[in-house]
């Protein structure tokens, strides 16, 4: 026995040895300093970049119990956290998050939820209270990972976590309530206060995760919102001392959080004036957060956001003809909602109550918020036409006003067979609109999806979605909150919530109040919501045949999966396509997609690891106006361009056949975007189309700042049973106000035909290779003054010859001249002209249908030059 409890001794401890190392070698990966911040959330981890807010989940369930007080250390470049179970244990993490773990005795068992390490490797670990403790995690140090000492602060101060400056060597953290900035001497234990950080007054959020920059900027995390702000230069400030303070990005909420970030690494900053992406974020100058208020560059909280009147329609695969009504029917009767003159909403004596439990039902107003956002006024703003055209059943919204401009809005649909069909962040991103981060917001303990949009229109806009639906026999409420719509619970009903405003703040207080009001009603009894995109796409344009998408990669993935429905024309059905894009492993990488002719595509990116993206774009649609009582349409056929379009034009895809039955008159609109936005025609000169038809078809361009549909600017052709081509300068279209066509504002293309006589006719057309155009075009006044001798064409339309007939003042020898649209000489006859009445003879030959312009050229007298129809 004596000889063989040595060997047995020997024994374990090489099995101790070969333990430690299989340990030590699963952790020799440090961070080594590294340029990403990390938020630890319970025991997962998250990768933020600080320059754009966006983050993604880098490891999940690293430790058993939650990790907080959580600190890089220069020492050894790994992280160092405080483990809530077992207690009195901190743990190392590396950079693949495997942990080693590490008990000091020495520290009170309670939670310690702050901390950080010098560059000498001392450990600064925080409870509550004022007393903190002394690690040394410097592994050439003979006491590494011993306690040091106990220490109590000059004064208690109600902090959430603590950072240090690389550049003075002192502590900084963040007070919530009073958002005090205070400074800690590490060897003294003093603490200095140097004041309220003006970005963050009148807030009150928990600031759980603070960092440090190589500069000695000090970025602040608020844990409800995710918002993160920035101080500059704070080792320069005294306590009189002008804080310099902003908004810096908006990254994600979190709980039960910490942040780390190694200290001397340095974090990009955009210069705010120069056009460039500094910071590489995907953003430019003004359009960064971080810019908010600088340079010139607008407050991002102070733009005016869109109405509730103007939501609900965002995205929709299958209704484009209902909702292209709606839109025309807004716009041909100018229906403008006037929030001037918009029902006031007050707040009732039940506000705040259960109204269904006296008799088992509430109203939509029931659920909206008041006095929540110091707004000035509340206004009814329901988009009531949405009944009827999407799965709503009733419908009710309210702007928030202050100083006359609306800041928010919440649009409350109630469906009964399924989530509503549309959210407000799926549209747009390919018509101009980026979606410039997402995230999450904190709501009762849950965490909500958050977007950040910056509209068409250039407006900022933070948007928050959520449903609930009832459950437990009617008896209480889930909440719902995803990104996707399929995750929604099929074939129920649901009250659904879209809500924006342009701050932050106003949509955290909005939504805590909304879901408080949906608990009086039935109290609320689970949340299922989705984690944010980590791959989406920013924003992006379809041109001929081509979807170019600028794609935000927060977690680098190698390549995503393309999966989309695909629409030719308003009137064909749906083809489903599906491939793999390769992705440069960029945050921002910019790819081309062959989509081909579109009317519109849905369709969705993912990774097959986190939420995918979704997406919707519809081409401004074409519709018809048979809202004549007398008329009936017999066919309505729409088809894509036959003809490759010029890059050069303004083109407007697909062509339409429609043919009706009327006594009254039929219309075919074509809207330039799905929403009738306005667009700035003002570098084109003129409108080209190929068409055929009965009669004669009226041609509007339909402005938006026009109040009177009657005055809306037109012109006229005479359609024949033939194809011709047709170029009908801005300077033809005529207005009744008599004033000329400004083209910065056209929001649609009318078409219409009248029955003559009120007798029922039928009335065709066929309408293709719409576009506008820059190319040189030919109009009367370009050929002659308005004040020329009189000139005319008769027969006009002409099928195989016309006389010119004009007035001469003098005899004397001049030239018929015949031009086709695109300006063109394409006949010249030489004429003696008598004193008095003459005529010229021209004879088609190889002339195709069309219009023509005819001028007589004299060196004597100006001639009007007269239109010519060819048949």
């Known amino acids: 026995m004596t000889t063989a409890l040595p060997f047995l001794k020997n024994k374990i401890l090489v099995l101790i040895a070969l333990i430690f190392s299989l340990i030590s070698s699963s952790q020799n990966t440090p961070f080594n300093c590294d340029y990403s911040a990390y938020l630890f959330q319970y025991n997962d981890v998250y990768a933020i970049d600080l320059a754009s ?45 495997k942990t080693t773990s590490f008990n000091i005795p020495e520290i009170d068992t309670k939670n310690k939820y702050i901390g950080d390490v010098n560059p000498d490797g001392i450990y600064f670990l925080k409870g509550g209270g004022s007393t903190y403790y002394k690690v040394d995690l410097n592994p050439e140090s003979a006491n ?10 000059s004064q208690n101060i109600s902090i959430h976590d603590w950072a240090f400056n690389a550049v003075d060597g002192n502590l900084y953290a963040l007070e919530k309530t009073s958002n005090i900035l205070y400074r800690i001497n590490p060897v003294t234990s003093n603490v200095e206060s140097l004041g309220e950080v003006p970005i963050l007054a009148g807030l009150n959020y928990t600031y759980g995760a603070v960092y440090f920059d190589a500069d000695g900027r000090f970025y602040v995390s608020a844990n409800q919102t995710g918002t993160i702000y920035v101080i500059q230069s704070v080792q320069d400030l005294t306590p009189e001392s002008t804080m310099d303070s902003n908004l810096f ?16 690494a340095p974090v990009a900053q955009e210069i705010c004036d120069n056009g460039i992406d500094d910071d590489g974020d995907g953003l430019i100058d003004c359009e960064d957060p971080s810019c908010s208020g600088y340079t010139g560059c607008p407050v991002v909280s102070f733009s005016s956001t869109s109405s509730g009147n103007d939501g609900g329609l965002e995205s929709n695969n299958r209704l484009s003809q209902q909702i292209s009504q709606r839109n025309f029917n807004r716009a041909k009767s100018n229906y403008k909602f006037n929030q001037t003159t918009a029902k006031r909403f007050a707040k009732s004596k039940q506000y705040g109550r259960s109204t269904a439990s006296k008799n088992g039902v509430f109203q939509l107003s029931d659920l909206m918020p008041l006095d929540v956002i110091n707004e000035d006024d509340v206004i009814e703003s329901s988009p009531t036409d949405l009944i009827g055209i999407t799965n709503a059943t009733e419908v009710y919204s309210v702007d928030y006003m202050r100083n006359n401009e609306s800041v928010a809005s919440i649009l409350l649909l109630k469906t009964e067979n399924g989530v509503y069909e549309h959210t407000k962040y799926i549209c747009d991103r390919l018509l101009g609109a980026q979606l410039i981060s997402v995230s999450t917001i904190e709501i009762n303990d849950h965490q909500f999806i958050k977007s950040l949009i910056r509209t068409i229109e250039g407006t900022v806009e933070f948007v928050l979605s959520l449903s609930a639906k009832s459950i437990n026999n009617d008896q209480n409420f889930g909440i719902e909150s995803h990104w996707n719509l399929d995750k929604y619970e099929d074939n129920i009903g649901f009250y659904n919530f879209q809500i924006w405003s342009n701050s932050l703040d106003d949509l955290l207080k909005l939504g805590e109040e909304v879901v408080q009001l949906l608990d009086v009603q039935k109290p609320i009894d689970n949340y299922n919501n989705s984690t944010p995109p980590t791959v989406f796409v920013r924003t992006g344009h379809y041109n ?40 440069t492993g960029d945050y921002i990488s910019n790819i081309e997609v062959d989509a081909g002719s579109l009317f519109d595509i849905g369709f969705r990116i993912g990774d097959g690891v986190q939420t995918p993206d979704d997406l919707f774009m519809s081409d401004g649609p074409w519709g018809y106006d048979d809202a004549a009582p007398s008329t009936q349409v017999t066919e309505y056929t729409i088809a894509a361009n036959t003809e490759a379009l010029s890059d050069e034009d303004f083109n407007i895809e697909r062509n339409i056949t429609l043919k009706a039955k009327t006594s009254e008159y039929i219309a075919a609109y074509r ?10 025609l003002t570098d084109y000169k003129s409108f080209k189309f190929e068409a055929k038809g009965t009669g004669t078809l009226i041609v509007r361009l339909v402005k938006e700042s026009v109040t009177n549909w009657e005055t809306q ?35 649609s293309i009318v078409f219409t035909m009248l029955a003559e006589n009120g007798e029922e006719v039928i009335k065709e057309m066929t309408l293709e290779q ?102």
Not at 547 to 576: C, K, M, P
């Open 713 to 747: 600017y037109k012109t006229s052709v005479n359609l024949t049973n033939d194809i011709a081509s047709y170029i009908l300068p801005f300077s033809e279209f005529e207005s009744s106000n008599g004033e000329a066509l400004d083209a910065s504002d056209v929001t």
């Open 53 to 97: 807010g966006n983050s993604f989940l880098a490891a999940e369930n690293i430790t058993s119990g939650n990790i907080n007080a959580t600190a890089y250390n220069p020492a050894d470049g790994y992280i160092w956290g405080y483990l809530s179970t077992p207690s009195q244990t901190i743990v190392r993490i590396g950079k693949d998050f």
């Open 770 to 871: 719409l576009r506008f155009s820059t190319a040189g075009t030919l109009s009367v006044s370009k050929i002659s003054e308005d004040n020329g001798l009189i000139t005319a064409a008769i027969p006009n339309p002409m099928t195989s010859k016309t006389g010119i007939q004009f007035t001469a003042e003098q005899a004397e020898n001049v030239e018929l001249l015949v031009y086709n649209q695109l300006g063109s000489l394409v006949n010249k006859i030489p004429f003696s002209s008598k004193l008095g009445k003459n005529e010229i003879v021209l004879h088609r030959g190889n002339l195709s249908n069309g219009i023509y312009f005819c001028k007589i050229k004299s060196s004597t007298s100006t001639y009007k030059t007269t239109k010519l129809l060819l048949e």
């Open 144 to 153: 590494y990972s011993k306690y040091l000492s106990t220490e109590t602060l």
């Open 249 to 264: 990005a908006f990254g994600p909420s979190s709980a039960s959080n910490d942040g780390a970030r190694c200290p001397t």
């Open 671 to 680: 809207a330039l975007t799905p929403k009738f936005n306005p667009i700035d």
């Open 544 to 583: 001929n045949g081509k979807l170019n998408l600028q794609i935000v990669n927060t977690n680098r993935s190698e390549a995503v999966v393309f999966d989309g429905g695909v629409r030719t024309t308003e009137t064909h059905e749906v083809e489903y396509v599906s491939t793999n894009i390769n992705l």
